[in-house]
């Protein structure tokens, strides 16, 4: 490829970077004016227009990890429509398995779950606030795609929780599997992953099934209701969240079905802005923290007994001394040595948050299923932490 044309193509890919960028702020703007966020500890505040260089964002720029730590308080982009994920309850507080994970995030860097500024976000709008610094981390049931990674300036930690697509319908519609949605129109997100699977799948099979695509999930959830679609893609779990707060009125969560086929992979994880490994691995080890506790079984419950354990590899990870030859290790991530004592003692290891949230202990009743340990055939597998 000659000199002059490749010059060509690398100011090409520059200007796609360029529009990439500003894209999801336009969509933003779209749908309701400004494409600010609101963000919410409790009493709701509009913040100004950005310039997207995160400088407006009160940040040194060195890394976020510093911002946050200066500032004191976590910018957490979160959902406030999925029950069991993101959600805002009557009293207006956040609260599901993305939120605690804020908190994880927030007490591993402040040794306070409770320092977060939660900023709910639109599927569409989520990208934006990364990469403009109005928020510090995507904690958003948002999937891990190559994409992502490469055009949206995001790098994702490991994945909290590992899901797939699949289908809602009403009881009552007759559809006991995809195929028998040939013909129909099948709501869907804009912004996310579900339409291009819901397509591709659709051609796969070799059936003419027409997407009814959405800006906002409220009227999706409408038309939904007025069967202007006959099913509902999204990721399995969320599906499961809609479902279990399923008006009554509209004959409640027995009144919907969730098939059991699984079209697509969707590890969903935290994100952070490209190019700030401080930040990346502070966040990537808060939350391989839990799974790494659940793996060695401690709990909210018996933290304090487990810190007197005499397995070096678990006082290695709250932060004791594990021999008298070996002192505390500090791996250098910028953390407090203990930060996994914090994280453990106000939030929970992995298993808990999970069951509180979208397992046993909640409207969801998910099974682990994917997201178990890799003990258990799951694929959470913790790093060593040493
Ligand atoms: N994991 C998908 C998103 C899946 C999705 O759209 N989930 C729905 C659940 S019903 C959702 O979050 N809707 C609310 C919204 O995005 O505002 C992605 O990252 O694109």
Same mark, same amino acid.
């Given at each position: 490829?000659?000199?002059?044309?490749?010059?060509?193509?690398?100011?090409?890919?520059?200007?796609?970077?360029?529009?990439?960028?500003?894209?999801?702020?336009?969509?933003?703007?779209?749908?309701?004016?400004? %494409?600010?966020?609101?963000?919410?500890?409790?009493?709701?505040?509009?913040?100004?227009?950005?310039?997207?260089?995160?400088?407006?964002?009160?940040?040194?720029?060195?890394?976020?990890?510093?911002?946050?730590?200066?500032?004191?308080?976590?910018? /957490?982009?979160?959902?406030?429509?999925?029950?069991?994920?993101?959600?805002?309850?009557?009293?207006?507080?956040?609260?599901?398995?993305?939120?605690?994970? /804020?908190?994880?995030?927030?007490?591993?860097?402040?040794?306070?779950?409770?320092?977060?500024?939660?900023?709910?976000?639109?599927?569409?709008?989520?990208?934006?606030?990364?990469?403009?610094?109005?928020?510090?981390?995507?904690?958003?049931?948002?999937?891990?795609?190559?994409?992502?990674?490469?055009?949206?300036?995001?790098?994702?930690?490991?994945?909290?929780?590992? #899901?797939?697509?699949?289908?809602?319908?009403?009881?009552?519609?007759?559809?006991?599997?995809?195929?028998?949605?040939?013909?129909?129109?099948? /709501?869907?997100?804009?912004? !996310?992953?579900?339409?291009?699977?819901?397509?591709?799948?659709?051609?796969?099979?070799?059936?003419?099934?027409?997407?009814?695509?959405?800006?906002?999930?409220?009227?999706?959830?409408?038309?939904?209701?007025?069967?202007?679609?006959?099913?509902?893609?999204?990721?399995?779990?969320?599906?499961?969240?809609?479902?279990?707060?399923? %008006? #009554?009125?509209?004959?409640?969560?027995?009144?919907?079905?969730?098939?059991?086929?699984? +079209?697509?992979?969707? %590890?969903?994880?935290?994100?952070?802005?490209?190019?700030?490994?401080?930040?990346?691995?502070?966040?990537?080890?808060?939350?391989?923290?839990?799974?790494?506790?659940?793996?060695?079984?401690? !709990?909210?419950?018996?933290?304090?007994?487990?810190?007197?354990?005499?397995?070096?590899?678990?006082?290695?990870?709250?932060?004791?001394?594990?021999?008298?030859?070996?002192?505390?290790?500090?791996?250098?991530?910028?953390?407090?040595?203990?930060?996994?004592?914090?994280? +453990?003692?106000?939030?929970?290891?992995?298993?808990?948050?999970?069951?509180?949230?979208?397992?046993?202990?909640?409207?969801?009743?998910?099974?682990?299923?994917?997201?178990?340990?890799? !003990?258990?055939?799951?694929?959470?597998?913790?790093? %060593?932490?040493?």
């Amino acid at each position: 490829m000659t000199r002059k044309l490749l010059l060509l193509l690398a100011l090409v890919l520059a200007l796609v970077a360029t529009a990439c960028t500003d894209g999801g702020g336009d969509q933003a703007g779209e749908e309701g004016g400004e %494409p600010g966020l609101e963000a919410t500890d409790g009493a709701a505040v509009q913040t100004e227009q950005t310039d997207g260089t995160g400088a407006d964002a009160g940040g040194t720029g060195e890394s976020v990890l510093q911002d946050v730590q200066s500032r004191g308080t976590l910018r /957490c982009g979160v959902n406030e429509e999925v029950p069991g994920f993101g959600f805002t309850t009557e009293e207006g507080e956040f609260e599901g398995f993305d939120i605690d994970f /804020c908190r994880v995030v927030a007490a591993a860097v402040l040794g306070d779950s409770e320092a977060v500024e939660f900023v709910s976000l639109t599927a569409e709008q989520r990208f934006t606030a990364l990469q403009s610094g109005e928020i510090d981390v995507l904690i958003r049931n948002t999937t891990w795609t190559a994409s992502r990674d490469g055009g949206e300036e995001a790098d994702f930690t490991l994945p909290t929780f590992y #899901d797939g697509q699949a289908f809602m319908v009403k009881g009552d519609a007759g559809v006991g599997a995809i195929d028998d949605l040939d013909g129909s129109d099948v /709501c869907t997100l804009s912004g !996310t992953t579900t339409e291009l699977n819901l397509t591709t799948e659709a051609e796969a099979r070799g059936l003419d099934i027409n997407a009814i695509t959405f800006d906002d999930n409220d009227q999706l959830i409408q038309a939904f209701q007025a069967d202007r679609c006959d099913a509902w893609t999204s990721d399995a779990s969320q599906l499961a969240g809609v479902r279990s707060t399923w %008006p #009554d009125g509209e004959g409640g969560p027995e009144a919907l079905t969730i098939l059991d086929e699984i +079209i697509s992979k969707e %590890p969903l994880g935290p994100a952070v802005r490209e190019g700030d490994a401080d930040w990346f691995d502070a966040v990537n080890w808060a939350v391989i923290a839990t799974i790494q506790a659940e793996e060695f079984e401690i !709990t909210q419950d018996n933290l304090e007994e487990m810190r007197q354990s005499d397995d070096p590899n678990i006082l290695r990870l709250l932060g004791e001394a594990a021999s008298d030859e070996e002192p505390t290790l500090d791996p250098g991530l910028g953390l407090d040595t203990d930060f996994a004592v914090n994280v +453990i003692e106000q939030v929970g290891n992995y298993g808990e948050i999970f069951e509180r949230n979208v397992g046993a202990d909640s409207n969801l009743g998910l099974e682990r299923g994917l997201n178990a340990q890799w !003990t258990d055939g799951g694929l959470h597998y913790a790093p %060593p932490y040493r």
